[in-house]
Every structure is written in C-alpha cells, then in structure tokens.
C-alpha cells in the first residue's frame, strides 16, 4: 500500500535568539575584516616609507579623538606581532580647556597597559587672548601644540613623533594648499620637523576617515572632544572635506582615486622649473610613456589602437 500523503512542513522561524547570534556572529566577522584592513595598511605605510625601525622609541601623540586612538591600538598590535622590537608611548597634551575631562586618558591607558605622559600646559588662554572671537584658532593652536611636543619628545628620548592623520587629512589638506595657498603641497607621511631636529610619521596615511570611525565604534573609545577647534564651523578644511565627502558620494571611488594620484607624481607634466629641467629638454630619441599626453584616459582595445595607427592626424 502507499504512504498516506502528508502536509507540507513550514519552515522554521528563527528564534529571537538564533537571529541575535546570526547578527553577532556577522558583527565580529566584518570588526576581524576591518581589524585586518586597518594592520594592512599601517603596516605598509611604515614599511613603504620606513616610518618605525627596530629600536625606535615612538612618542603616540593621543588628543582624545578616533583618529590617534586607533593609531595607538593598531601599533600595539604590530609591536606585540613584532616582538616589541619597538617602544611606544602614549603622550597626551592637557591644554587646560575649560571643562576637559582630564581622567578619561590616563584611566584609559592605564586599563590596556599602555606607558604613557601627560603633558600639562595652558595654551587655551594664550590662544584665547591672542585670537579674535570668531576667528580660526588652528594656527596658533598647532604651532604652540607642537614646540610642546617637541620638547616632551626630547625629555622622553623619543626617537619618532606619530601623528593621527589618516588618508582623508593628507586629501584635505592637499586641496587646503591649492586653493587658498597656492601651492601643489600635501601632508607627507613622515618629514622632519621645523628645526629640523624630530621626524614626524603618519602611520594612518593609507587608513580611510571612515573605517576609523567605525573601529572607535567597535572598541568604545571614550572619546574627548575638542572644545578649543571643533566648535568653530566655518573652517575651511571642514569645508573641503564636505567637498570632497559629495564627491564621493555622487563618484564612487574618487576619494580611492584621488589617494592614489598622491603617490603617482609626474614632475614633466607640471610647471614648476625648480622641479624640471624645462629650458634644457631636447629631443633625446627615447620613448616615453607620458609624453604629450596630458590626462590618462582608459586603455583603448588593440583593434582599435590598430585602426587608428593607420590614420594621418593633422597637428591642431
């Protein structure tokens, strides 16, 4: 005889708890990805522009944003992967501003085990008394900030200065100087200081704005934020970052793109004698792959190449 038909089964709903634990699980993998990503890419800057050698002392310039706090936990990572072959730490300039919480760092780099200085000066109330209200205080700010710094580094025996500019600054600040500079000068991942005496390095130059956001997220960093400059909207660099924020919006991978050309200069093809020899080019018979080629379109297919090789173009 037959089987007697049966219903259809339903298919089971997940519990609450099964889609939580689907969610979680989904959660550590994308923070092990982005983990992976962040160490990646500091790890090549340092290595495509020797920013940390075995032996080097590292002073870990940390404000109390994402950015320095990220690169405080992404070199710890590469210290302990590289057998603390590297020495670091954690330096915090208290600039005495009016409501600044000034437990949260010191509880926080003691809690991760990190050696750290805090650095007590009142340079609120200089810039406060030397600047106009309603004025940018960046300037005098920065430069104040970083002769402090300098001398913490010198006490310390620090041998490097690491900055928590990441990709998207070193883009801001590129445009900063061609718009209302006049220069083509960007933030480099690693230059000496103003007396020539500190190296400064970016560890986060190939790191996107983003991606630190979201791993501040991940850890719960107990950000600070700055009273002294980030209330002051109208700045310029925030400006150029919004500009450079719809650009991407409406161009997918023009940021991408942009981060790129940094590193991919071409002197011949700017205006700058003092970079190129100009006044004494000649023809010297050797292919060039630039050429008189101003902008790089897509390769264009052989076949096509081809055809056009055929052509006689008139000269404009």
């Not at 300039?93 to 991760?112: I, M, N, S």
Request: charged content about 25%; aromatic content about 6%; hydrophobic content about 40%.
């Amino acid at each position: 005889m037959s089987e007697p038909a049966t219903l259809l089964e339903t298919p089971a709903v997940p519990s609450a708890e099964d889609s939580a634990a689907a969610a979680e699980k989904a959660a550590a993998h994308a923070a092990l990805k982005l983990e992976k990503r962040l160490v990646r890419q500091v790890a090549q800057a340092i290595g495509d522009f020797g920013l940390i050698e075995d032996g080097d002392k590292v002073m870990v310039c940390v404000s109390g944003g994402k950015d320095s706090y990220a690169m405080l936990d992404v070199l710890r990572m590469l210290q302990q992967r590289n057998g603390h072959k590297f020495e670091l730490i954690a330096v915090n300039l208290d600039q005495k501003q009016p409501g600044f919480p000034a437990h949260v760092l010191p509880e926080y780099l003691t809690q991760v085990g990190v050696p750290f200085h805090i650095e007590t000066q009142d340079t609120y109330s200089v810039v406060k008394e030397h600047i106009p209200e309603g004025k940018t205080m960046c300037s005098l700010c920065s430069r104040l900030r970083r002769g402090i710094l300098y001398r913490v580094a010198d006490e310390l025996g620090c041998t490097k200065i690491a900055l928590g500019h990441h990709r998207d600054d070193m883009l801001q600040t590129f445009f900063l100087n061609m718009f209302f500079g006049g220069k083509l000068k960007g933030m480099p991942p690693k230059v000496q200081s103003d007396r020539g005496d500190h190296l400064i390095i970016r560890p986060l130059a190939y790191v996107a704005e983003d991606d630190l956001s979201r791993w501040a997220d991940i850890r719960a960093f107990p950000i600070i934020p700055c009273t002294l400059c980030g209330s002051q909207e109208n700045l310029q660099r925030k400006q150029i970052g919004q500009m450079l924020r719809d650009w991407q919006q409406l161009y997918p991978g023009r940021i991408e793109n942009m981060a790129v050309a940094l590193r991919n200069l071409v002197p011949s093809h700017f205006m700058d004698p003092r970079q190129f020899d100009f006044k004494g080019m000649v023809p010297n018979g050797v292919q060039d792959a630039d050429g008189d080629k101003a902008f790089d379109p897509p390769e264009f297919p052989a076949q096509a190449v081809g055809t056009l090789a055929g052509l006689s173009v008139m000269p404009r």
